[in-house]
């Protein structure tokens, strides 16, 4: 990469540039690297070096109650979350690119908005108005509120793929006799896809790691894994968390996985003729 | 099809040019309802589980309803005196004959909790005469009342109860800016030992400031090294960036306890090295606490600066070489600017979501590090005061706000989350 006839000074600060590079990658890195190890260890420390390999502290979280019921309590409600926040983001995408009209861009920065306001000011806000009505302690509550806090990555993603969408083809499959509905879901929805894939993906890992809004609005019986990891750590960290995190850990590189391959695949997609 | 028959001769239509136009139009305003209707049931879910409840706890915070509902009459009556002698013996009875009503209830408890907040002592002069109720018949309400306690004979108790009988108050807006209506009716600025609210917002702004500056110290070589790559090696290295942005933050909180602990390898390492011959305090102040927050936004900045630098052609910064002007001044007077849209989004983003954090201070922080989000969270869980919970939330609130419109001006709203990525 660098020049043969670079000056001295030149190499030192190609040099360094590169270590310093480095380094923040290593800063970047190392605490997710550092934490799976440790889930195999067989004494309770959370300390280098390690003393042995055990599994001890996986089979601690499968069979803890609290643990298996926060996981089980996070398995229900991101799921939902994230289909309903899909379900409302979708369509409302497609709305905002095909139409313009005064005010629609004060009403996008609103939709959008769940991803800015603090989340606290979200959960106290929430549990004010649920409270009298009776949506907290329930599934129902904390499926709602993290769909609204999933939403405007649908909306932006699907949007995003919205703009390179050529709308003649919905005109096409229309002269062609196919009713809106089946122009849909046979010609937008497939080239749609991978935007409303990657956004439901990122409404899932927004629902599946929210803390806050959970810890105002959840009962005791809808614990979720973040609140239980959340109550742990702030009591005393154990294995068991560091086990927990490298199942969350693996969880977020599959999804990481799948929307690169869906990005990748979209740009194929795109370049081919 | 349409627009083909339509340039067509239209024998049988009556007044075709009109025709033409309004159906163009009504196909037009079909089209808006069509696509409207698909936007509709977003609007109205967030209307209902975002919008609404946001407006319902910054109305909270202007909230003043104790009083009013306590004493109905009472502050309908106080609200006509002119404060300067002692009200009437008909505001008197009516206080008297309200406090009768409502004793031994929430009501009450209520009342007495809300003037206790103005002035402490308010709540056993209430607990007292309320003892007096209600009255024998005949009494004399503004006798009994003195009799219980000489303060009703003082104009500056009513005047406490006159000023809270209008359902709104700034109460808790002042308070959460260090300030208070006093005896004369004047705001004035709170006593050094009670104020505490400013301090908290200027560290919430100031913790937000530093994570950020880090942030573009750290995240700006870094993104133009990887701008700079061939595109494989900058796939590499941009999951390295991504995955840290997709890990749990709870995990990422969790590792840096571990990393940062005092047996941990960061002290470990710096032993080691002999940069110390003692295990140092890393984490439970605000080196932990900013370590972290640096490595939960630093993503934040990274991508929308690379997202910017990617377009930034090179042959700018050749030409200023090849002209003579040396590296870093080329770098400097060429390159840096065109990146300046890239430094805007990502500071303020980070900016943004550091002010709202919650986790991560009250997690690795200590008492010292709590951030604004701690405060309204203490208030809604531990005090039940909603007036300040709400006060605090409005003014993060605000803040967030005003930043959002700059930021939704600078790169627009819809590139928000393209550009997070």
Sequence with gaps: MIASYASTSERIWHYAFRMLCGLIIVFLILPILVIAPLSFNSDSFLLYPMSGFSTRWYEEFFSSPAWRQAFTNSLIISPFSTLLAMLLGTPAAVGLTRIDFPGKGLLTAILISPMVVPVVIVGVATYLVFAPIGLTGSYLGLIMVHAALGVPFVVTTVSATLQGFDFNLVRAAASLGANPLTAFFRITLPLVAPGVISGGLFAFGTSFDEVVVTLFLAGPEQSTLPRQMFAGIRENISPTIAAVATILTVLSTLMLITLEWLRRRSERLRAAP | ?421
């Design chain 2, 1 to 421: 099809m349409t627009q083909y028959s339509a340039t067509m001769p239209a024998p049988l239509d009556t007044a075709p040019e009109a025709s033409l136009q309004s159906r163009l139009r009504r196909a037009e305003r079909m089209n808006k309802l069509k696509y409207g209707a698909l936007i509709l049931p977003l609007a109205i879910f967030l209307m209902l589980t975002f919008v609404w409840p946001i407006a319902a706890l910054l109305k909270r915070s202007v909230d003043n309803p104790e009083i009013i509902t306590a004493f109905p009459q009472t502050s309908a009556l106080l609200r006509g005196w002119n404060g300067q002698a002692l009200p009437d013996d008909g505001v008197f009875a009516a206080f008297a004959g309200e406090m009768a009503q409502i004793k031994g209830t929430p009501v009450l408890a209520a009342a007495a909790k809300r003037l206790n907040m103005e002035v402490p002592g308010f709540r056993s002069l209430m607990m007292r005469t309320v003892r007096a109720t209600p009255l024998e018949a005949g009494a004399s309400a503004r006798e009994v009342l003195i009799d219980a306690d000489p303060r009703w004979g003082e104009t500056a108790t009513w005047q406490l109860l006159a000023r809270n009988a209008s359902p709104y108050t700034m109460r808790y807006l002042l308070a959460s800016l260090d300030h208070k209506v006093n005896e004369q009716g004047k705001v004035v600025a709170t006593s050094p030992e009670e104020a505490i609210f400013v301090d908290v917002l200027l560290r919430t702004f100031g913790m937000s400031f530093v994570v950020t500056v880090v942030c573009l110290l750290l995240g700006f070589p870094l993104a133009y090294f990887i701008a700079t790559r061939p595109v494989k090696t900058a796939n590499v290295l941009l999951m390295a960036v991504l995955l840290p942005f997709w890990t749990s933050i709870l995990v990422r909180v969790a590792a840096w306890i571990v990393l940062l602990q005092s047996q941990g390898l960061v002290n470990q390492a710096l032993m080691h090295l002999g940069i110390t011959d003692h295990p140092l305090q890393l984490v439970f102040n605000s080196t932990g606490v900013y370590i972290a927050m640096v490595h939960i936004l630093l993503p934040f900045m990274i991508l929308p600066l690379y997202s910017v630098m990617k377009g930034i052609s090179p042959v700018y910064m050749r030409a200023a070489l090849s002209l003579g002007c040396p590296p870093f001044r080329s770098f400097w007077k060429i390159y840096f600017p065109q990146t300046l849209p890239g430094i805007g989004a990502g500071g303020l983003l980070v900016f943004i979501l550091c002010m709202g954090y919650y986790i991560t201070p009250s997690l690795l922080g200590s008492p010292n590090e709590q951030m604004a989000s701690y405060f309204v969270a203490f208030y809604t869980n531990q005090t039940i005061n909603w007036g300040m919970a709400a006060a605090l939330s409005a003014i993060l609130f605000v803040a967030t706000l005003l930043l959002y419109a700059i930021y939704t001006r600078l790169v627009g709203s819809q590139n928000m989350a393209a550009r997070a990525r």
